[in-house]
């Protein structure tokens, strides 16, 4: 399972890494996550998503009761609940991160629509501008009424500026959530790799000492 979430990882990020840049792929990822949004699409995507938040808070729990264990047993927690503590601990590490890059793809491909949106909606109004000012002729009622009909469109066209503006801000601040998480995840492999070791130890010391139990109870017999 701990394999398949950071496969998962790797195949959200890349994905993110995708929205980023644009690239062909780019508009790749755009259609499909523009056909995963229609019909029955957001339904399976809620579906899956609160599967992972139930295992999630299973994982959660689990570790409450371990730690709970080893309260009651004097602090004192055995090699099994220990590795079992480890991978409960990495599993709601891995899953977290899988629901925060599924938030993190969801805005990107929110605000990549949006800046869509707002520069045709910029160049419509730029169209009319440019058609009202080459229409400017007659007499100075029709003139008056082209000037007014261009200020407002001039005043328009700032505010969709500024939208835009904010925008893209917006997006530099996902980028720069991206790049942090990016670190996150390499922490994230060090912490796996780290906890692998410490299994290994775990596990060879529980041997150790189930031969040595079974050891003992063998000279009690003879």
């Keep these: 399972m701990i394999h398949l979430l950071f496969t998962l990882i790797f195949s959200e990020a890349t994905m993110i890494a ?15 996550l523009d056909r995963l949004k229609r019909g029955r699409g957001p339904v399976m995507v809620k579906t899956v998503a609160g ?13 409450m009761k371990i730690q709970q264990r080893g309260i009651e047993d004097g602090a004192s927690v055995n090699p099994t609940d220990q590795v079992l503590m480890a991978k409960h601990l990495l599993e709601a590490t891995l899953m977290g991160a899988i629901l925060f890059l599924a938030l993190m793809i969801d805005r990107l491909h929110h605000y990549i629509r949006e800046l869509r949106i707002r520069r045709k909606s910029m160049e419509a109004v730029k169209k009319q501008m440019r058609g009202a000012e080459d229409a400017k002729a007659g007499t100075s009622d029709e003139t008056k009424t082209m000037e007014q009909e261009a200020a407002k ?20 601040a996902a980028e720069a959530s991206v790049s942090a998480l990016r670190k996150q995840s390499e922490g994230f492999l060090l912490e796996y790799d780290r906890l692998l ?7 060879n010391q529980l041997q150790s000492v189930d031969r040595r139990f079974s050891h003992s109870v063998s000279k009690k017999n003879m």
């Design 18 to 32: 995708l929205l980023l840049f644009k690239t062909p792929l780019r508009k790749l990822v755009i259609m499909a």
């Design 51 to 63: 599967t992972v938040l139930v295992v999630l808070s299973s994982s959660v729990y689990s570790m």
């Design 153 to 172: 469109l001039r005043a328009e066209v700032g505010r969709l500026e500024s939208e835009l503006q904010s925008k893209d801000k917006e997006v530099g």
């Design 197 to 203: 070791e410490e299994n290994q130890n775990l596990r």
